[in-house]
Each structure stands twice: as structure tokens, then as C-alpha cells.
């Protein structure tokens, strides 16, 4: 938004005031001319026309800087018909005053009409038998005044066009990174949270039979909800570490928490260095699912070069389909790898990610 008011001060600012004063000099060559070529009422007349002129020309100009078009293509058709008053007086040295009228219009109308606006004027100075002889002069300089205030609006036009561009880009990045840290807090806390509460049930019932073994559970929550506090660092600062390895290691205890025999790979060199970071995102919320909802007593993780599966024999699916797989299907996509979820038979669940 700021770079945005920053243009809109550019274009509106001083480069443009001075724009608009710089073509008041044309007027002012006008008046020259009408002193020149007229005497008595006809010279007075012609001053008049010129001078209403110019107050026009600032009149529209200003409406054009507050963007009141029907207001302005008033005022620049009334300047148009003080160009046409003002001949009788100046001869060829009028065409200055509709080098103003289409420096005015033609930069905010389609090309092909403006090429017409500029070439009839233009053959008008050159070709009509004035009394002081054909106005290349003013031709000339109608022509390129108009070029170049044409270019200074279409310059306009693009900073305005890349600064909108760019505060798109800069949403639609905010948008991204907001989806990133959701999908990443859903990703990382639900596996940690699942064992967390998996942990902490599993050790008040311990506490009054195996009072040891419960204290062992407990500190492996402290050690769980430590590790969930560095995760949700990791997402909102955009570093997460997260390997095969340490997800099959988790899920292996989270699995033993859980009183699900686990049959996981004890190795992962299978598996590219290019995709251990994606097959750990993949072994994380399968497992994380098969905790959670599937009330399985066996799970398995089989690997491959190019392929991540994880299989139970729960109640087949998710209790409730959320932003979990959705997550992982967007990261699975982004890798240009295929993923399938669905029940098995004759009982069970697979999680199946192809890259």
C-alpha cells in the first residue's frame, strides 16, 4: 500500500504540475502571434480566446488529476472550440493551442482514434495556404508534444500497472505463508499432541499399579511437549527439520504407546536424499492417523526408492478428514508425486505416496 500511495504522489506530484505549466507556454506563443498578425478588436478578441484558453486548459487539467472525466472532456471539447475561435486571429500559430487540446485527449484514447486527431491538425498547418506559408513548425511541434505526453502517460500507466502487480505478489505471499504456517502447525503439533495425550492416559493408569513406569511416561510428555514447543518455532520462523529417520523413531514409540505392534523399517538408505524430508512428512501423519483414529493393532511401513506406504488394520479411514491429508496432498503435489488414501480389505486403512 505505501509503495501504491508512493506512485499515486509520483503521478500526481510535481512532475506532472510541471508538465501541465510547461504547456502553458503555447498560450503564451499564441498571444505573440495574435499581437503579430491581427490589429485593433480582432488582436483584443484574439487575446481573450487565448486567455480563456489557457484558464480552460488548467481547468481541465485539474479535473484530470481528480478524475472527473465527464467534467474533463467538457472543458477539453470548450478548449477545442477556443483553438478553432482563436485561427482568424493567430493563422497557422493556433495549431499551438490544439497541440495542448491533444496532448489533453489522446492519451486516454484508443490508439487508432488518436492517430486520426494527430494527423488532420498536422495536414491542416502544413497543407492550408496561410498568409505567412505552410506551419511545419507548428506541425512539427504538435506531433512531438504529443508523442511525448503520450509517453509520459503511458509511463504512468506501467508504474502504476507494477506497483499493483507487486502489492498482488506481496498478498498473495502473505496468503501462501499464512497456509504454510497452518498446514505446518497441523502437521507437527498433531503428531505431538496425539502423543502426548496418548502418553499422559497411558500413565495415570500406570500410576497406581507401576508407579515407575508412569513417571517414565511422564517425562517422555515433558520431552514430547518440549519437542512441540521448538515445532511451532520452526513453523513461524519457516525451518523445519523433519528426516525419515526421526519420524519413523517417533512413530515407533508413538506406536508402542499406543498398544499397536509396529513393523517399521530400521533403515532408510532406500530412500533418496531428495525425498527423506517428504517421506518423513508422509511416515508422520500416517502414523499420527493410525494413533489417533484407526484403533488398529498392527501397523506397517513399507519403503522404496519411490514410494512411501503405511498400512493398518484399524477401522479404515479417519474420523474426520481434515486439513491433515490435505496438507500432505499439497506437499505430495508439489513434489510431483501421486498420493493415494483408502480402506483395504477385508479391515484396514493404506496411505500410499508415489514420487
Same mark, same amino acid.
Given at each position: 500500500m505505501d509503495r501504491t500511495s508512493d506512485v499515486q504522489r509520483w503521478v500526481r506530484g510535481w512532475r506532472l504540475r510541471l508538465l501541465d505549466a510547461g504547456l502553458l507556454v503555447y498560450p503564451a506563443v499564441t498571444v505573440a502571434a495574435v499581437l503579430q498578425h491581427a490589429t485593433g478588436p480582432t488582436a483584443v478578441v484574439g487575446c481573450v480566446v487565448v486567455g480563456a484558453f489557457a484558464v480552460g486548459y488548467l481547468l481541465a487539467a485539474a479535473a484530470a488529476a481528480r478524475r472527473a472525466a465527464r467534467l474533463f472532456w467538457l472543458l477539453v471539447g470548450g478548449c477545442a472550440v477556443l483553438f478553432l475561435a482563436a485561427i482568424p486571429a493567430?493563422?497557422?500559430?493556433?495549431?499551438? *493551442?490544439?497541440?495542448?487540446?491533444?496532448? *489533453?485527449?489522446? +492519451?486516454?484514447? +484508443?490508439?487508432?482514434? !488518436?492517430?486520426? =486527431?494527430?494527423?488532420?491538425?498536422? =495536414?491542416?498547418?502544413? #497543407?492550408?495556404?496561410?498568409?505567412? $506559408?505552410? $506551419?511545419?513548425?507548428? !506541425?512539427? !511541434? #504538435?506531433?512531438? &508534444?504529443?508523442?511525448?505526453?503520450?509517453?509520459f502517460a503511458e509511463a504512468i500507466r506501467a508504474n502504476t500497472a507494477l506497483v499493483e502487480a507487486r502489492a498482488e505478489v506481496v498478498r498473495l505471499a502473505s496468503e501462501a505463508e499464512r497456509t504454510r504456517i497452518a498446514r505446518d502447525l497441523h502437521d507437527l503439533l498433531g503428531h505431538s499432541l496425539t502423543a502426548i495425550t496418548v502418553k499422559s492416559t497411558l500413565a495415570r493408569r500406570l500410576v497406581t499399579t507401576d508407579g515407575e513406569r508412569a513417571g517414565a511416561e511422564m517425562s517422555a510428555v515433558e520431552t514430547l511437549a518440549r519437542q512441540a514447543l521448538t515445532d511451532v518455532r520452526a513453523a513461524v520462523s519457516g525451518y523445519r527439520e523433519v528426516t525419515l529417520a526421526g519420524e519413523l523413531a517417533r512413530g515407533r514409540e508413538l506406536l508402542r504407546a499406543c498398544g499397536v505392534a509396529a513393523d517399521l523399517p530400521t533403515a532408510t538408505d532406500v530412500v533418496g536424499p531428495a525425498h527423506q524430508e517428504l517421506f518423513g512428512w508422509v511416515v508422520r501423519e500416517g502414523l499420527t492417523n493410525v494413533a489417533r483414529h %484407526?484403533?488398529?493393532?498392527?501397523?506397517?511401513? &513399507?519403503?522404496?526408492?519411490?514410494?512411501? @506406504?503405511?498400512?493398518?488394520?484399524?477401522?479404515? $479411514?479417519? !474420523?474426520?478428514?481434515?486439513?491433515?491429508?490435505?496438507? *500432505?496432498? @499439497?506437499?505430495? @503435489?508439489?513434489?510431483? $508425486?501421486?498420493? @493415494? %488414501?483408502? +480402506?483395504?480389505?477385508?479391515?484396514?486403512?493404506? #496411505?500410499?505416496? &508415489?514420487?
Open positions: 493567430a493563422h497557422a500559430d493556433a495549431f499551438f *493551442l490544439a497541440a495542448v487540446v491533444l496532448s *489533453l485527449a489522446v +492519451p486516454r484514447l +484508443p490508439r487508432r482514434f !488518436a492517430v486520426v =486527431l494527430v494527423a488532420v491538425p498536422a =495536414l491542416a498547418a502544413v #497543407l492550408v495556404p496561410w498568409p505567412d $506559408g505552410p $506551419g511545419w513548425t507548428q !506541425a512539427v !511541434a #504538435l506531433v512531438f &508534444t504529443v508523442l511525448m505526453v503520450s509517453a %484407526a484403533r488398529a493393532t498392527r501397523c506397517a511401513v &513399507t519403503l522404496s526408492a519411490s514410494t512411501v @506406504e503405511v498400512v493398518d488394520d484399524g477401522i479404515g $479411514g479417519t !474420523a474426520s478428514p481434515g486439513s491433515g491429508l490435505a496438507g *500432505l496432498r @499439497e506437499r505430495v @503435489e508439489a513434489a510431483a $508425486g501421486r498420493l @493415494e %488414501a483408502g +480402506p483395504v480389505r477385508p479391515r484396514g486403512w493404506r #496411505l500410499r505416496v &508415489t514420487v
